[in-house]
Each structure stands twice: as C-alpha cells, then as structure tokens.
C-alpha cells in the first residue's frame, strides 16, 4: 500500500470514530491535493538505478521484497478480521484473554498488591499530587488521605476543538504539553505546597488517547524520580468509580467546595465495597461488580457506541456546541422539548442480558430528523424550527436513558440476588446529567427494599486531576504502587479481574 493509500484507509476508519468529521474532511482534501499536483514515481522504477543500466541482483531484490511484506501483510490482516469476529455481538473492553495489557494492581488473585516504589507514612494524613491528561483538559490536583481536596487546577480545551465539533488528538496533546506545569503549579499555590511537599504522585496511564496521556504520565514519572516520592500509574475507569467513595461531607452541601480546616477519618469511606458501579462516559458504557480496589466484574458493556458518543453525535447533528461536549448541549436542549414527540426505538429489547448499544439509535434519531426536514420542506436539520430539535434532544435522551434503565434494572435484580448488594455509584461524565440523576435515583428509590444510590458532585463527575490524586490514595491505602522508570500507557486498558456474567466462563 502507498503512504496515501495508508492515510487515506486510517483516515476513512477515523472518519466513523470518535476523530471530528471535519477534521478527516480537511485532511482528506489536503492529501488529494498533495497526489494531484505532485507526480508519484511508479513503484517498479523506485529500485531502479537512473544512471547505470548494468544488472543489479540487489535492486531485484529490493523490487520483490514489497511483495513478500504485502502477503505477510495480508496473512496478519485475516488473521486480525478471524480474531474480531469471536468478539461480534460481544461487549468492548472486557478482557477475553485478547489484550496484550490489563489492569490487574493486585495480581492474579486481585490481593497481592506491591509497594514497588514505596509507601508514604499511612499512619497519619499524607498528600498526593493528582495529574489527568488522558483527553482534552488538563488537569491537576493535590488530595490529602482523608479525601479532601486542598488544591486543584484544570484547563479546559472547550474552545480548541469547538470548530472541529470534537476531540482532535494531536491538538489535544500539543494544549497538555502548553498547560501541564501550569495547572501543577497552580494547584500547588492553592494548597500552599511546593512539589516536594507531597507525599506521592499519581496520574492516568489509561485507557484514553494514547499521545495525550503520555505528556501527564512523562511529567510525573519525572517528578516521581527527582524527588524520590512513590509513583501510581491510574486507571482511568477506576478513579471515575473510586470518585463515588469519597464521604459527602468533604464537600460544603452548598456549593460542593472543600472543607480543608477539618480533618476526617482516613478509612471513612461513603460506599463500602462491595457495590454495583454504572459508568457512563464519553467513552465507556459499563455496569461493574466492584469487589475491591483493582477487582472489578464487568456485568455488562456497550457494544458499539459509550452513552456519552451517543450524547456528542446528537448533538452535531442538531448544530449543537460541542466544544464542552455534546451531553451538556442536549441536556439543555432537551429541556424545551416533548420527551415523547419523536418515536424513537428502545435498543437491544429482545437480549435480555445487561448490555447496551446505541448506534442503532444514533441511527434512529438521524432518521426521524431526515424525515420531520421532509415534512417540514426544510433541506437540511440546521433549517429545522428551534422546537422541532428541542423535540429530537428530550426523545433521544429519553430512550436512552430508558435503555440504561432496563439494563441497570436488571443488573441490580442479579447482584441483589447473588450477593445481597444494595448500593449503587453512578459515576463517569453523564452522570453530571440531572435528569440521568433524577431517574435512577427514582430507580432504586422504588424497589422492593430501596437501594443507596452515590453520585460524585457534578464537577467532579468529568475528568479532572482530583480523580487521578484520590486513585492513588485508595492504591497507597492498600500498599500498592508502582515503578516510575519506564512506565508505559495504554489507550486500551481493560480489568483483568472482570468477566462477563452473561457470558458463558
């Protein structure tokens, strides 16, 4: 394959991802431009010398040796094709043995944690620097082992990748590497501390956007080993989850702002494990058993597109900002419409196990707009009247929501059944949503025997450097950490101690 063809074929795949449609346009057009104006050399005459004519074995073999990589090429192509269709109809990112790297902290029987770098003093409240950078905002955060947050920073990426209508990687990463010891700093000034100060570091290694996470993880690896403080690589999912275990009353009930002139029991925690876990993302759709830390039983996962790309995908194709992503603009949005008013089909009906899907839905809504621009004798969904999309927003997020309650639904009539769990954390970006809140809250409020239900404050339901600092605390608390040298990160990430309860084992 030529370097076009290559870009051409990776930039066609990240056109139906979670990359900006107007960012592989652009690209895209660059490049036909680029082979247009520019002649490409036959690839049979590359190998050949211009100035002598005399036989040469060596540029005969260079000639042959494409050929013998493109059937190797081939031969690893079917073999990948052979590999994905065992996981068809399956969830994503639940480990079946496929992964080269999984999240297991505690070993193969999930209890025998390493202290590899070391342990601060859990004899008394010890401090930990925070750093996320595992998308688009970069954020840091200082938390002390009682769960208090004495200083924290985030900059925010909203107006970055506003024109592309999302995330686009290499801008991302270029905005971390400007900001990452700007916002460590400020959260240092607001705890009154300097960098030697802390007890230990903690940052995200995963799953997130690979170039992204490695400015974080690079700054703190490099902190870690000047100031000799034990290092934790975080796991993204985890320190969403981990979020619900901090106590409320950490927090002023007003305004969700720390009360740092208080000190709290360090072992206090506001949800004991073990406990069911619904994480809705931008890019994850999971219900977990949460056993322990580092032990996790994935119940069910979504199939193809998170709630959260379900959200953004709405939302650009109702014209909607999605700088600050497409949730909040739908929500908002959907407040001016009739939930009801648009027919939209409940994905996944007929398997009754705890899984999600929403590309179907995605489809769904575009569908129903193509058709109300119809009635309208409007050409595009831009052109469509202010309720018409209001009425699009609150019908999609109504039969989403719904799926999320059949499935939770049924996850919790199995936990409670198996192992008497009555607790449920709702974690991740979406739970920031106020009518998700309102409706699983009614949810476990209307069981049989009710259930607790823990959701973070909305501010901390997104990503930001207190997630990745308070990951670390519940890794230290257990005497877990990891060696700084050489720590790698991983786009994907899974749980190695989960499995499929709907799967056969």
């Not at 390493?114 to 401090?127: H, I």
């Not at 240092?188 to 956007?209: C, F, H, R, S, Y």
């Not at 009739?338 to 590309?359: E, G, M, N, T």
Request: charged share 25%; with cysteine.
């Amino acid at each position: 394959m030529t370097l076009y063809g290559l870009w051409l074929s990776t930039l066609h795949r990240a056109s139906s991802s979670r990359i900006p449609a107007a960012f592989v346009s652009r690209t895209l057009n660059s490049l036909n431009i680029c082979v247009n104006t520019h002649r490409r050399v036959p690839p049979t005459t590359r190998h050949l010398s211009v100035t002598n004519t005399n036989f040469d074995e060596s540029n005969v073999t260079a000639a042959t040796e494409p050929k013998k990589r493109n059937k190797t090429e081939k031969s690893s192509l079917q073999s990948g094709r052979e590999k994905r269709r065992k996981f068809i109809g399956l969830a994503k990112a639940v480990d079946r043995g496929q992964w080269d790297n999984t999240y297991s902290p505690g070993g193969a029987n999930g209890i025998s944690f390493e202290a590899k770098s070391g342990l601060p003093n859990r004899d008394k409240m010890f401090r930990v620097l925070g750093i996320e950078s595992s998308c688009d905002d970069t954020g840091a955060a200082i938390i002390r082992s009682d769960g208090t947050i004495l200083g924290e920073s985030l900059a925010s990426q909203h107006a970055i990748h506003e024109e592309w209508g999302g995330v686009v990687p290499g801008l991302a990463k270029t905005a971390h590497e400007e900001n990452i010891d700007k916002v460590i700093n400020e959260a240092l000034q607001k705890a009154n501390m300097e960098i030697g100060d802390v007890d230990a570091i903690g940052v995200t290694v995963g799953p997130g956007l690979e170039i992204c996470l490695r400015v974080g993880c690079h700054k703190a690896r490099d902190l870690a080993i000047e100031y000799n403080k034990p290092f934790v690589g975080v796991h993204h999912l985890e320190a969403h989850i981990l979020m619900s275990r901090i106590p409320a009353e950490r927090y002023d009930s007003k305004d969700d702002t720390p009360t740092e002139d208080k000190l709290f029991d360090v072992s206090a925690r506001a949800i004991e494990f073990p406990f069911l876990a619904l994480l809705v993302s931008g890019g994850h759709c999971q219900i977990l058993k949460c056993l322990g830390i580092g032990k996790y039983h994935i119940i069910g996962g979504t199939l193809d597109d998170s709630l959260g790309e379900a959200f953004d995908k709405t939302a650009r194709l109702l014209g909607l900002p999605v700088g600050g992503g497409g949730g909040p603009a739908v929500e908002a949005l959907a407040k001016e419409g009739d939930p009801k008013s648009v027919k939209l089909p409940i994905p996944l009906q007929k398997r009754k196990d705890c899984d999600f899907s929403y590309a179907g839905l995605k489809t769904a809504v575009r569908l129903a707009a193509e058709k109300i621009c119809v009635e309208r004798g409007v050409d595009n969904v831009d052109e469509l009247p202010h309720k018409d999309k209001a009425n699009i927003a609150a019908s999609f997020q109504h039969v989403a929501f719904r799926h999320v309650e059949i499935r939770l639904g049924r996850a919790m009539e199995q936990v409670e059944k198996e192992d008497g769990i009555k607790q449920l954390a709702v974690v991740g970006g979406v739970a920031a949503n106020k009518e998700l809140r309102k409706r699983l809250d009614a949810l476990c409020s209307e069981r049989n025997e009710p259930w607790d239900m823990l959701v973070p404050p909305p501010r901390l339901c997104t990503d930001q450097g207190a997630m990745s600092a308070w990951a670390a605390v519940e890794r230290l608390m257990v005497g877990s950490s990891d060696v700084p040298e050489g720590h790698d990160v991983f786009a994907r990430y899974p749980f190695s101690f989960s499995s499929n309860n709907n799967e056969e084992k």
